[in-house]
């Protein structure tokens, strides 16, 4: 049993930039990959970024390529997610989710565990 809590979200202006952290519960935090989704209002939650157990493979959305960066600390049993370069269509629900299947938190299937979500608003 994993749980996850999410942290960091937040009001920012277009251009700018936020760092997402996730908590983990669990001494076996280094056997889950892990990843982030999110929900805008009145749209299906997708994919965002994901990691593999060890931090050494990374996937991101195509839209977020290049602005975003997930990170994974094994040692505080942490991932991150640093988003610049905010868009308003950024504006969502952003939730961490981990599986011991990398496929499952890179946007193949659904992950075992979700956090509670953390918003994170965008404004122009």
Do not use: H
């Amino acid at each position: 049993q994993v749980q996850l809590l999410e942290s960091g979200g937040g009001l920012v202006q277009a251009g700018g930039s936020l760092r997402l952290s996730c908590a983990a519960s669990g001494r076996t935090f280094s056997a889950y990959a892990m990843g982030w989704f999110r929900q805008a209002p009145g749209k299906e939650r997708e994919f965002v970024a994901g990691i593999s157990r060890s931090g050494g493979i990374t996937y991101y959305r195509d839209s977020v390529k290049g602005r975003f960066t997930i990170s994974k600390d094994n040692a505080k049993n942490t991932v991150y997610l640093q988003m610049s370069s905010l868009k308003l269509e950024d504006t969502a629900v952003y939730y961490c989710a981990a599986d011991r299947t990398a496929a499952r938190v890179m946007g193949n299937g659904g992950p075992d565990y979700w956090g509670q979500g953390t918003q994170v608003t965008v404004s122009s």
